[in-house]
């Protein structure tokens, strides 16, 4: 006897935007919804699986015993399958049974749409109702201003589980310890925004959250959805921004995941040279069928929805981008033009940021996308993919290769540190010094720095203060804000005892300041990503390793002046061409003694002359200290 009810969430009209690929809010409609049906209590369920004979609900409400709970197809040839079945409730275990068309296969899969899983390495979904009442109503309605591409964007990267760890008990901080202890901390550092690596259900640590199989769940090691939904809640009310790093890119074959999930293969491409991921040992999207289209940017547009993300940082997009990304001559197939673009996944990913902007105007979607691909974040109305934002790959790349590099060699390599500006505004570029900067033997951020002690942290604070200064929004990854000497470990806690440490307290310090001289200056963020809000006074001063910038805001006023020393040399009396009159006041300066610099510095205010030099019709005589960047603004 089958036990399931005839009952639907699915209109005509829904259907018809399902497979036109045009339906964004699918979590309404699949998935596990607990409802009422003719006074009775109960779960409705919906499933896509085409291909299938028949779908049951398997539970530990019917001792996951296939076929007592038979799901009905539609009738209009959507390949959905439904049902309502009584008594099924909050907390329930359940996963789909699919006997499939295809050779007799059959699959066990958990729910695609579940909004819980159970805890990894456990695999089924639970029945699930989340109530939560938010608190962050100021921060919604004015976000615009805290996401806007000519706002602050100074962001910290986060991997939950190894962010901080109970020593004693051997475990990661909770949802609700993160609520206070991580939001505590990065108000302190005075960051903008949050960046978690991924947060969706995944079934291998090792994969850092980068391989999902819960889509639409957070993940249970850290608690319960409504407790991620008070870390969100806690990091707005202390107006701090979140984004989530979003997976569209490919998704591993374990058994209850979406790898041929009716016995076909039905979210990944079916031809393995676009369906599989050599590198990562995964599968790939179907980004031209419209259903799965669906699917990815209904699951953007749940966590922006749902969970009050201020944004999305898309993992890989350069391997949806190219057909022979990692592949050699033979694995690939052309597009229907010849060319190497994988013309369904470009499709894909402007329809999902015309679907964000035009849904959430005051969110932003960041690329990670490492090639020279154009206008990724130009708008798809003028032939750009659309995104608010792009990793500067190419920025991180150069500049740690050259600060690596001994001070008496840099003058040969001047040119690596300034090449970024010939494309600096080509996109709206975020500076990254990103988890993928500190794993797999590349050494920490201050391991790469050379010298002796001393020297490596008036390195590091170098590099930071340059980073910040630099045209574009950045992101730092935990531990680099106080300069973690090991490579990071997902199994292991962040190096907190470090912080009894001068040099280490130091760069926390700088890290603080620079963030808040980034959020209190115009000249730093208001054109940010635009030629107007940038001026070289020397790139060439290659014999000396210096290089000396100006950032602009919007008011004539709003200027500051950036000078790097890249030698262990102080330069006393070192002459620098300025726009306007008045005197140099110096606001910033990496080698304080604060920071566990040496403490060389223009202690008083400079006297700005009437002489012209680097084609500017005034100067000043300044100090600048070893290893280091000041910046100075003008008063009048």
């Known amino acids: 006897m089958n036990n399931v009810i005839v009952h639907s969430l699915f209109s005509d009209f829904d259907i018809n935007l399902f497979k036109a690929g045009k339906h964004y809010r699918l979590y309404d409609k699949f998935g596990s919804h607990i409802t009422t049906v003719n006074g009775v209590e109960g779960t409705y369920f919906a499933v896509w699986a085409p291909s299938a004979k028949s779908v049951s609900v398997i539970g530990d409400f019917n001792f996951w015993v296939d076929g007592?709970?038979?799901?009905?197809?539609?009738?209009?040839?959507?390949?959905?399958?439904?049902?309502?079945?009584?008594?099924?409730?909050?907390?329930?275990?359940?996963?789909?049974?699919?006997?499939?068309?295809?050779?007799?296969?059959?699959?066990?899969?958990?729910?695609?749409?579940?909004?819980?899983?159970?805890?990894?390495?456990?695999?089924?979904?639970?029945?699930?109702?989340?109530?939560?009442?938010?608190?962050?109503?100021?921060?919604?309605?004015?976000?615009?201003?805290y996401n806007a591409i000519d706002a602050p964007f100074s962001v910290y990267e986060v991997h939950l589980g190894s962010w901080k760890k109970r020593i004693e008990e051997n475990r990661s901080l909770s949802y609700t310890e993160l609520a206070d202890e991580l939001v505590a901390y990065v108000k302190k550092m005075q960051f903008t925004h949050v960046e978690l690596m991924p947060i969706m259900e995944y079934p291998y640590d090792p994969s850092w959250g980068y391989q999902l199989t819960g889509y639409f769940a957070p993940t249970a090691r850290f608690g319960y959805p409504e407790e991620f939904k008070l870390l969100v809640d806690k990091?707005?009310?202390?107006?701090?921004?979140?984004?989530?790093?979003?997976?569209?890119?490919?998704?591993?074959e374990d058994a209850?995941?979406?790898?041929?999930?009716?016995?076909?293969?039905?979210?990944?491409?079916?031809?393995?040279?676009?369906?599989?991921?050599?590198?990562?040992?995964?599968?790939?999207?179907?980004?031209?069928?419209?259903e799965v289209k669906s699917?990815?940017?209904?699951?953007?547009?749940?966590?922006?929805?749902?969970?009050?993300?201020?944004?999305?940082?898309?993992?890989?997009?350069?391997?949806?981008?190219?057909?022979?990304?990692?592949?050699?001559?033979?694995?690939?197939?052309?597009?229907?033009?010849?060319?190497?673009?994988?013309?369904?996944?470009?499709t894909f990913m402007?329809?999902?940021?015309?679907?964000?902007?035009?849904?959430?105007?005051?969110?932003?979607?960041?690329?990670?996308?490492?090639?020279?691909?154009?206008?990724?974040?130009?708008?798809?109305?003028?032939?750009?993919?659309?995104?608010?934002?792009?990793?500067?790959?190419?920025?991180?790349?150069?500049?740690?290769?050259?600060?690596?590099?001994?001070?008496?060699?840099?003058?040969?390599h001047q040119n690596d540190l300034t090449f970024s500006m010939?494309?600096?505004?080509?996109?709206?570029?975020?500076?990254?010094?990103?988890?993928?900067?500190?794993?797999?033997?590349?050494?920490?951020?201050?391991?790469?720095?050379?010298?002796?002690?001393?020297?490596q942290f008036a390195n590091l604070r170098l590099l930071y203060s340059y980073m910040f200064t630099h045209p574009g929004t950045n992101l730092l990854f935990m531990g680099a804000e106080f300069g973690q000497r090991a490579e990071w470990n997902f199994q292991e806690s962040l190096d907190w005892h470090l912080l009894q440490y001068d040099y280490h307290k130091g760069v926390q310090q700088?890290?603080?300041?620079?963030?808040?001289?980034?959020?209190?200056?115009?000249?730093?963020?208001?054109?940010?990503?635009?030629?107007?809000?940038?001026?070289?006074?020397?790139?060439?001063?290659?014999?000396?390793?210096?290089?000396?910038?100006?950032?602009?805001?919007?008011?004539?006023?709003?200027?500051l002046i950036a000078v790097c020393n890249f030698t262990p040399v102080p330069r006393t009396d070192y002459r620098i061409g300025l726009p306007k009159k008045g005197k140099l006041k110096e606001v910033l300066n990496s080698d304080s003694k604060k920071?566990?610099?040496?403490?060389?510095?223009?202690?008083?205010?400079?006297?700005?002359?009437?002489?012209?030099?680097?084609?500017?019709?005034?100067?000043?005589?300044?100090?600048?200290?070893?290893?280091?960047?000041?910046?100075?603004?003008?008063?009048?």
């Open 68 to 145: 007592k709970h038979q799901l009905n197809v539609r009738w209009d040839e959507s390949g959905i399958w439904e049902g309502f079945i009584p008594g099924v409730g909050k907390g329930n275990l359940y996963k789909y049974k699919i006997h499939s068309h295809h050779n007799g296969i059959q699959t066990e899969k958990a729910d695609p749409y579940a909004r819980r899983c159970e805890h990894p390495p456990k695999t089924a979904s639970v029945v699930w109702d989340s109530v939560y009442e938010w608190k962050d109503s100021d921060w919604m309605q004015n976000r615009k201003k």
């Open 235 to 252: 990091l707005h009310q202390n107006d701090i921004g979140i984004i989530l790093d979003w997976v569209p890119s490919h998704f591993p």
């Open 256 to 290: 209850h995941g979406l790898g041929f999930f009716d016995g076909t293969c039905l979210y990944e491409h079916p031809d393995r040279r676009k369906g599989y991921h050599p590198d990562w040992k995964s599968l790939i999207f179907n980004y031209g069928r419209n």
């Open 295 to 346: 699917f990815l940017i209904s699951n953007a547009i749940f966590w922006l929805d749902q969970f009050h993300a201020d944004g999305l940082r898309v993992d890989a997009v350069a391997s949806m981008l190219f057909l022979d990304y990692s592949r050699n001559d033979g694995e690939w197939e052309p597009n229907i033009y010849g060319g190497r673009e994988n013309l369904e996944a470009i």
């Open 350 to 412: 402007k329809d999902l940021n015309t679907e964000v902007y035009a849904s959430f105007p005051d969110v932003q979607t960041i690329a990670e996308e490492s090639t020279s691909f154009p206008m990724v974040s130009k708008p798809t109305f003028v032939g750009g993919l659309g995104f608010g934002m792009k990793w500067m790959m190419g920025w991180m790349h150069d500049t740690l290769q050259y600060i690596a590099k001994e001070p008496v060699y840099r003058k040969h």
């Open 422 to 455: 010939t494309y600096a505004f080509t996109e709206n570029f975020l500076l990254p010094l990103s988890h993928d900067e500190v794993v797999y033997g590349k050494n920490s951020i201050i391991g790469r720095m050379p010298g002796d002690e001393w020297q």
């Open 510 to 559: 700088l890290i603080i300041d620079l963030n808040s001289l980034y959020k209190t200056s115009p000249a730093l963020y208001e054109q940010q990503f635009t030629h107007e809000g940038f001026e070289w006074i020397s790139y060439d001063d290659h014999e000396n390793s210096i290089i000396a910038y100006i950032r602009k805001g919007y008011h004539e006023d709003a200027i």
């Open 595 to 636: 920071y566990g610099g040496s403490g060389f510095s223009n202690e008083t205010d400079i006297k700005i002359e009437q002489k012209e030099w680097h084609n500017k019709p005034y100067s000043a005589a300044i100090s600048i200290p070893p290893l280091s960047t000041v910046v100075f603004k003008i008063d009048a």
